[in-house]
Structure formats: C-alpha cells, structure tokens
C-alpha cells in the first residue's frame, strides 16, 4: 500500500519561502506512469491544484502560482518537495501530497479530488509575522 507523509513548518513568515517534502512509502516514484502532486485547501474553500512532478521528472504548475511554484525530487530519499516564494498570508492553507495516475491527471489538475490516487494526511501551514 502506497502511503504518503507531508512535512515542514507549520509556520512561515510573509514574503519568505514555503518548503514543504512529501515522502512516499509502499512505492517508488521514478517507477509506473504517476504524477506526484501538491494541492492545498485554503480555510473555508476548496481544494486547489499546485502542481506535479511525473516519475519521468516532467513538471507542470497552476497558472496562478506558476511564477512562484517549483517542485523537485530526491530519488535517493522517495521523497518530492514543494518551494513556494514570497508568500502571503493568501498561502495559509492545508497542503496535501498526492500520487495520482498519468491516466487521470488533466481532471485531476482542474478537479482534485481524494477519489484519485493515493493522499497524504494534510499539513496545516500559516503565514504569518
């Protein structure tokens, strides 16, 4: 079984940087045809896309946050991580990482949903001085 654990601050102060790494258990992601995605849940929204990062290193990014999202990856570790720059306090969210098959993931950047593929728990982050 695929699980997935986000971690990282909890608390980031305006206009800094946002980094946050998702570790992945059960499976690798350099293998089978998924995407590795960040999502986040703003308090009293829904869910919105962030990007991903394919087991070929292929990467796309929300419009929205384009300029100021990258996301990476530590094979070594099974590990992908988000960075996300100058932030406000518009950032505070819960952010989820999830591994979502290639097959599904054009729906899934305009719908993310938990019925795909394979969720971490969430991590609450704050911004704020």
């Known amino acids: 079984q695929v699980q997935l654990q986000e971690s990282g601050p909890g608390l980031v102060k305006p206009s800094q940087t946002l980094s946050l790494t998702c570790t992945v258990s059960g499976g690798s992601i350099t293998t089978g045809a998924y995407g590795w995605n960040w999502i986040r849940q703003p308090p009293g929204k829904g869910l919105e896309w962030i990007g991903y990062?394919?087991?070929?290193?292929?990467?796309a990014y929300s419009p929205s946050l384009n300029s100021r999202t990258s996301i990476s990856r530590d094979t070594s570790k099974n590990q992908f991580t988000l960075q996300l720059t100058s932030v406000t306090p518009e950032d505070t969210a819960v952010y989820y990482c999830a591994g979502v098959p290639l097959s599904r993931i054009a729906a899934f950047m305009s719908d993310p949903t938990k019925t795909w593929g394979y969720w971490g728990q969430g991590t609450q982050v704050t911004v704020s001085s």
């Open positions: 990062i394919t087991y070929r290193e292929n990467r």
